[in-house]
Antibody, heavy 122, light 107 residues
Framework: QLQLQESGPGLVKPSETLSLSCSVS????????WGWIRQSPEKGLEWIGH???????SYKESLKRRVSISVDTSKNHFSLDLHSVTAADTAVYFC????????????????WGQGTQVTVSS | DIQMTQSPSSLSASVGDRVTITCQAS??????LNWYQQKPGKAPKLLIY???NLEAGVPSRFSGGGFGTEFTFTITSLQPEDFATYYC?????????FGGGTRVDFK
């Protein structure tokens, strides 16, 4: 049974970097696509980006200059870094596995972690 | 970006009721639409993929339909465990985008 668990600081100061990790159990990170979504009352559910088995990344255009997703196969986890955060980045962050075989060719989330609240405040 | 508009944003219903939610896409997305269920404090759960296909283990009281820009999600006989928020999401193109959600609560 695939399980995902987010971890990282719950409070980040403005202008600093938000760094989250997603630990994967029940599957190898080398075998699937992985990504991140966030949820806030203001913006609802918002796709941040994802990474393929080959390491190719796709990011939301408005976050592209600040975001990075990477995979660590030795630890069987993947990570999110979001730089220069502001209060607008306050949200619950979910990691997830993506199904890469969709009929459209665009992958979508089929398994999610429980989510972790991140607040940006001084 | 493809905009997804759900209605209603909330509804009140009783156990046994038939519930229908609609989702409209800002452009043609073929049948590239999923439905997720989210309970408070929990992760969204994929219920239906590609408009009408039930994910493994999802009860048959859930169904979906539509094509192009207009889609529906139906629960034929609402059960106590179905009180939750439901989201549509398109995967016709990146960025993946979601509807605003429909909260289903007790009447």
């Amino acid at each position: 049974q695939l399980q995902l668990q987010e971890s990282g600081p719950g409070l980040v100061k403005p202008s600093e970097t938000l760094s989250l990790s997603c630990s994967v159990s029940g599957a190898s990170v080398a075998s699937y696509y992985w990504g991140w979504i966030r949820q806030s009352p203001e913006k609802g559910l918002e796709w941040i980006g994802h990474i393929t088995q080959s390491g190719t990344t796709s990011y939301k255009e408005s976050l592209k200059r600040r975001v990075s997703i990477s995979v660590d196969t030795s630890k069987n986890h993947f990570s999110l870094d979001l730089h220069s955060v502001t209060a607008a980045d306050t949200a619950v962050y979910f990691c997830g596995k993506l199904w890469s075989g969709s009929s459209s060719g665009v992958p979508y989330f089929d398994v999610w972690g429980q989510g972790t609240q991140v607040t940006v405040s001084s | 970006d493809i905009q997804m508009t759900q209605s209603p944003s909330s509804l009140s219903a009783s156990v046994g009721d038939r519930v229908t939610i609609t989702c409209q896409a800002s452009q043609d997305i073929d049948d590239y639409l999923n439905w997720y269920q989210q309970k408070p404090g929990k992760a969204p759960k994929l219920l239906i993929y590609s408009t009408s296909n039930l994910e493994a283990g999802v009860p048959s009281r859930f169904s979906g339909g539509g094509f192009g820009t207009e889609f529906t999600f139906t629960i034929t006989s609402l059960q106590p465990e179905d009180f939750a928020t439901y989201y549509c999401q398109q995967f016709a193109d990146l960025p993946l985008t979601f509807g605003g959600g429909t909260r289903v609560d007790f009447k």
